[in-house]
């Protein structure tokens, strides 16, 4: 079966965004939701959906992750276990999207999309069920989720100049720039930290 064409930021427009997020919900003290971890980006919601960004050689990337509400897609070991009928979300896919998937499945870990990135256009299995990405909606789709979401944390305006430096920032910002977001009293040095981790 032919892929389908998923309209999504590269991984390198997607890298300063998430980084942004990850630097405010460190300092935060909630740095386990969203954060990189060498070649792999992690963001979940707090409610048990969550997308997971892997960089591989060659400019590739696969991007997977479920919505325990949304995810209509029931792949390997969750179509067993639920009793429905399996979506294959590697229908047509290359080789190289199944790595990710097999390191990142495992009981209770259900995966409702996965996506892959290559030659500069993001790609999936063709399916008409919802998959969950867009309710899960992670910070990095666009300046606006990003903003909304560390608006979430911090309770400053979505439209907060600070916000928008921090995101221009991404993975170089500073702790001048975290802290004119979380607050002075908040761990901006654990920010940097963790938007510098997107540069590995």
Excluded at 13 to 24: G, I, K, N
Excluded at 31 to 58: I, K, M, P
Excluded at 75 to 103: C, I, K, N, S
Aim: net charge negative; with cysteine.
């Amino acid at each position: 079966m032919a892929l389908v064409p998923v309209d999504l930021p590269s991984p390198r427009d997607m890298r300063a965004r998430w980084a942004a997020h990850s630097a405010v919900v460190a300092a935060l003290g909630y740095g386990d939701s969203s954060h990189a971890d060498g070649g792999r980006w992690y963001y979940d919601d707090g409610g048990g959906n969550w997308v997971e960004l892997h960089r591989l050689d060659g400019d590739r990337a696969v991007l997977l992750g479920h919505d325990h509400e949304y995810s209509d897609t029931y792949y390997g070991q969750a179509a067993e276990y639920f009793g429905e009928d399996e979506t294959d979300l590697l229908d047509g896919a290359p080789d190289w999207w199944g790595e990710p998937v097999r390191a990142t499945e495992e009981p209770g870990r259900w995966i409702g999309f996965v996506y892959g990135y290559e030659d500069g256009g993001w790609q999936r299995a063709d399916y008409d069920l919802a998959d969950g990405f867009t309710s899960v909606a992670p910070p990095a789709v666009s300046d606006e989720r990003c903003r909304a979401l560390i608006a979430a944390f911090t309770g400053r305006p979505e439209d907060d100049a600070a916000v928008s430096g921090l995101i221009a920032a991404g993975a170089a910002a500073t702790e001048e720039q975290v802290a004119g977001v979380v607050g002075p009293s908040k761990d901006a040095a654990a920010g940097v930290v963790a938007a510098r981790r997107f540069l590995d």
